[in-house]
């Protein structure tokens, strides 16, 4: 099992920037890569970005390319993503996750991912 404890969300205006933090915790060993999604209510969870664990290889979604970036920290088993230039259509419940067995065709599917945290809320303000 694996553990995830997301941590840095708030509330922001337009154009700030937040660090979300998610740490892992347990047979970490076994992940493969690690990545963020958000959702907002009443809708599906989206994919954000996603890192490697090994390679450090990242993949991101049209909607933030250029503007998060995901990384990870080996020693601290820690991924984060540091969001610039927010803008209020970020405003969602970001969750971490995690998976075993990473595959590229299917990166973006949350039922790839068997391990969650509870997720932190980012807010953006106009």
């Known amino acids: 099992q694996v553990q995830l404890v997301e941590s840095g969300g708030g509330s922001v205006q337009a154009g700030a920037s937040l660090r979300l933090s998610c740490a892992a915790s347990?047979?970490?060993?076994?992940?493969?890569?690690m990545a963020w999604f958000r959702q907002t209510p009443g809708k599906e969870r989206v994919f954000v970005a996603a890192?490697?664990?090994?390679?450090?290889?990242?993949y991101y979604a049209d909607s933030v390319k250029g503007r998060f970036t995901i990384s990870r920290d080996n020693a601290k088993n820690t991924v984060y993503l540091q969001m610039n230039s927010l803008k209020p259509e970020d405003t969602a419940l970001y969750y971490c996750?995690?998976?075993?067995?990473?595959?590229?065709?299917?990166?973006?599917?949350?039922?790839?991912?068997?391990?969650w945290g509870q997720g932190t809320q980012v807010t953006v303000s106009s």
């Open positions: 347990g047979r970490t060993g076994s992940m493969d890569a």
């Open positions: 890192i490697t664990w090994g390679g450090g290889r990242t």
């Open positions: 996750a995690a998976t075993r067995r990473f595959q590229i065709a299917s990166m973006t599917w949350e039922t790839d991912y068997g391990y």
